[in-house]
């Protein structure tokens, strides 16, 4: 019997927490002011790219765009568009590599 891995490399997550400028307590502490609870060890476990359920792969999706949003100044929060989880894990059904973030214009610049 063929031995499937659970483990998935890191993840689209990863990369745009980087690029936001967020950190797993950022996202953990944004999720508590919603209905998603999240805990360290699972954004961990999503960025590194431990295979999760759906239903997790939701919140942290959930969990990131209530951080970016609450980050953004009021003026550009309406232009954002949500992350949807088939954006963040390589793993999801409908993930697209060619995908193309609509919010780069949004994303803070380093000084």
């Known amino acids: 019997m063929e031995e499937i ?3 998935h490399g890191t993840q689209p997550l990863d990369a745009l927490m980087i690029q936001w400028g967020l950190s797993n307590h950022d996202l953990v502490e944004a999720a508590g002011k919603s209905f998603a609870q999240l805990n360290h060890k699972q ?8 295979q ?3 239903k997790m792969m939701q919140k942290l999706a959930a969990g990131l765009n209530d951080a970016i949003f609450l980050s953004l100044p009021k003026d550009k929060r309406e232009p954002f568009e949500p992350y949807m989880h088939r954006h963040l894990f390589n793993y999801a059904k409908g993930y697209d590599p060619e995908w193309q973030d609509p919010n780069l214009k949004l994303i803070p610049k380093e000084s």
Do not use: A, F, P
């Open 52 to 54: 999760l359920t759906l």
């Open 43 to 50: 954004v961990q476990k999503g960025r590194k790219g431990r």
């Open 5 to 7: 891995s659970r483990d």
